[in-house]
């Protein structure tokens, strides 16, 4: 089975950076769309954001928008959420997802993706 490894999460004070990965060796990142959720503790899970492979074209989420950036890394067969500015807000597991034809941040069901990783925590404190 394919299974995707997120990496990358921590412990950041407000204000701070986070960059995470997503990869997976079974398959090549650039022939599938590449989406990030995640779960606060207590709450449904929600998209973050999602790159297609058709076009490059990046969604985010409003909570998100103007402080994340999707984008790929080809050479690394990865896709990676930099993370500015976050937030308490921001504290949750993140998940990422491959899937051939879904790009849908609003569909935070990971398991109606092809493929989907364990996650990594993301702590933010103010």
């Known amino acids: 089975d394919v299974q995707l490894v997120e990496s990358g999460g921590g412990l950041v004070q407000a204000g701070g950076v986070l960059t995470l990965s997503c990869a997976a060796s079974?398959?090549?990142?650039?022939?599938?769309?590449i989406g990030w959720f995640r779960q606060a503790p207590g709450k449904e899970r929600e998209g973050v954001a999602c790159?297609?492979?058709?076009?490059?074209?990046?969604t985010y989420t409003d909570p998100v928008k103007g402080r994340f950036t999707i984008s790929r890394n080809t050479a690394k067969n990865a896709v990676s959420l930099q993370m500015n500015g976050l937030l308490p807000e921001d504290t949750a597991v993140y998940y990422c997802?491959?899937?051939?034809?879904?790009?849908?941040?609003?569909?935070?069901?990971?398991?109606?993706?092809?493929?989907w990783g364990q996650g990594t925590q993301v702590t933010v404190y103010s």
């Open positions: 997802t491959a899937d051939a034809l879904l790009c849908d941040v609003t569909d935070p069901d990971i398991e109606d993706y092809d493929f």
């Open positions: 079974e398959i090549d990142f650039d022939e599938f769309h």
């Open positions: 790159i297609n492979s058709d076009d490059g074209t990046t």
